[in-house]
């Protein structure tokens, strides 16, 4: 009886071991994450229409963005946010969601609006230098008649 013992640990031990093997394969053949929460949440305004936005003003929170999202609640997105004015892009690498982005200038008009696809590596580009993103539902800014030129208030 007492080899038995250290051969059914042995047998149990190696059978962990090729558990968590296929479990690692598997984790590495889906895209696996949380989305990020705990952000800052502040009020933005286009004409009448109020946003409820989460902030990603940092590094870390704007290349996580809004991946593993799996909805938005009504009038809610995520806004972007830059120190220094550029010509930003975005792109949808493990997002499901399909979205729209508003590409806003450091005075607060939309350069731009791109659609973006879920799960896509394509490269959205802002026209011209810009601060902020603002990533809605997919047609959000058209369903409204919000387009390039208008301004949004309220931004950091």
Known sequence: MRTALPTRLAW?????LV?????????????QG?????LPVIELRIGEQVITAEVADTESARRHGLMFR???AENHGMLFVWEEPAR??????????????????????????????PHSTHVHEAVREVRY????EQ????????????RV????
């Open 12 to 16: 149990l031990t190696a059978a962990l």
């Open 88 to 117: 930003y892009a975005m792109w949808m690498f493990n997002t499901p969601l399909p979205l729209s982005v508003a590409f806003i200038d450091a005075e607060g008009r939309i350069a731009n609006i791109a659609h973006m696809q």
């Open 133 to 136: 993103a603002l990533e809605m």
């Open 139 to 150: 047609g959000w800014f058209e369903r409204r008649g919000i387009g390039a030129g208008d």
């Open 153 to 156: 208030l309220g931004l950091p």
């Open 34 to 38: 949380l989305p990020q929460t705990g």
């Open 70 to 72: 799996e909805s938005l």
């Open 19 to 31: 558990f968590g093997l296929l479990a690692t394969l598997a984790d590495a053949r889906q895209p």
